[in-house]
């Protein structure tokens, strides 16, 4: 059963720093990735990496600030997020796309003071 459970997720000021992570059980993937949807806007992705050679692309609006990286030993995929904003605020979800696509159920982050 394939499953992606994300965590690390919170409330944090403007300025400040998370980082959620991804367990991935079940099946191996291409790519793994992070989207974010806030309230009224579409799902969008924010940082994507590949399980085949390290590469990475980000959203223009996390270049710089965010960092995805993986721990295929820990089957763990991360984002770190510096110098958060207020607008960074959504629901974050985990994404796995291979031969299929799997989805988390995602971890709320709000950017607040």
């Known amino acids: 059963q394939v499953q992606l459970v994300e965590s690390g997720g919170g409330l944090v000021q403007p300025g400040g720093s998370l980082r959620l992570s991804c367990a991935v059980s079940?099946?191996?993937?291409?790519?793994y990735g992070w989207y974010r949807q806030a309230p009224g806007k579409e799902r969008e992705l924010v940082a994507q990496?590949?399980?085949?050679?390290?590469?990475?692309n980000y959203a223009d609006s996390v270049k710089g600030r965010f960092t995805i990286s993986r721990d295929n030993a820990k089957n763990t995929v991360y984002l770190q997020m510096n110098s958060l904003k207020p607008q960074d605020t959504a629901v974050y979800y985990c994404?796995?796309?291979?031969?299929?696509?799997?989805w988390g159920r995602g971890t709320q982050v709000t950017v607040s003071s």
């Open positions: 079940g099946f191996t993937f291409t790519y």
């Open positions: 994404n796995a796309r291979g031969r299929f696509e799997s």
């Open positions: 990496i590949s399980n085949v050679d390290g590469s990475t």
